[in-house]
């Protein structure tokens, strides 16, 4: 027969074997439980962070949303007190700019249309100046103020000061927005450098001077690679070569070259349409 001190240490074991057992599946279920809440707040962390990647590039469907693949710009603001009278003031464009697709600028003239095709990973803040300036009828209601058919043929316009109906001045030429920005696409490449057909801004020979006045290039011109090419024509260049074949009144021709184009050009309207791509 089993003894008493026997039968108690086998009721002891038992007791201890339950008691460990009990143990060992609460720390399974502690673990099992902290494997659930760390799951959990992995995916919380995963949406949170979804959530602020969306929030922090915007919607690019909607307007003023920043772009996914953009540029920045810097635009130079010039004081107040070094502007001239024949600066017009319409604020500063916005810094960021679309970097990818084209646009087509359509210049609206008394002679017929002239349109041009920009293509924006080449010229994202030049593209972005003009769509300001535009939006603002900066250009609309001015002439083309210079004319040059020797050496170059070129055609040169944007000047918010020289207005139509208003004959010529000694400041054209000197007007412009109250920024200047730098230069983009320089064509060091490419032979001529300004061949028949595009379109170019002017500056003052300084890097970071581009403003508003851009020349359309009428015939191929062999210029110093300075001057951004803003796009190309792809209507209306046939309009230009009749006001160069009409010829100029040589007002220029001891400063720059040329003079006032005695075919005159007027810019109705100035516009750029959506960019595409």
């Known amino acids: 027969m089993t003894s008493t001190r ?3 240490r086998a009721a002891a074991r038992a007791k201890l074997e339950r008691d460990m057992a009990e143990r060992a599946a609460a720390a399974r279920k502690r673990r099992q439980l902290q494997a659930s809440i ?3 707040v992995a995916l919380l962390l995963v949406v949170a962070g979804t959530v602020w990647l969306v929030v922090s590039l915007g919607d690019d469907t909607k307007t003023g949303g920043t772009q996914a693949a953009g540029a920045t710009c810097d635009w130079t603001e010039i004081p107040a007190e070094q502007r001239s009278p024949t600066t017009k003031d319409v604020g500063l464009p916005p810094t960021t700019a679309k970097s990818t697709g084209s646009q087509i600028m359509t210049i609206d003239t008394n002679l017929g249309p002239i349109t041009a095709k920009l293509n924006l990973h080449e010229v994202p803040c030049t593209a972005a100046s003009f769509t300001h300036l535009a939006e603002k009828k900066f250009f609309d209601n001015t002439k083309c103020h210079r004319l040059v058919t020797q050496g170059l043929q070129v055609l ?3 000047d918010p000061s020289v207005a139509a109906g208003s004959g ?3 400041t054209d030429g000197t007007g412009g927005p109250s920024y200047r920005f730098a230069e983009e696409n320089l064509p060091t490449e490419k032979r001529p450098p300004y061949p028949a057909g ?4 002017a500056n003052s020979g300084q890097p970071g001077t581009s403003g508003s006045q851009f020349f359309i290039v009428y015939g191929d011109s062999e210029l110093p690679a300075q001057y951004t090419v803003l796009g190309t024509v792809t209507q209306g260049l046939d309009l230009v ?3 160069g074949a009409a010829g100029d009144d040589g007002a220029f021709a001891q400063q720059a ?3 006032h184009p005695k075919k005159e050009v007027v810019i109705k309207s100035l516009t750029m349409g959506a960019p595409v791509g």
């Open 6 to 8: 026997e039968r108690q």
């Open 156 to 158: 040169q316009c944007g």
């Open 241 to 243: 070569s009749q006001v």
């Open 257 to 259: 070259g040329g003079g």
């Open 198 to 201: 595009v379109i170019a801004m």
């Open 38 to 40: 760390g799951a959990g």
């Open 168 to 170: 010529w001045k000694e």
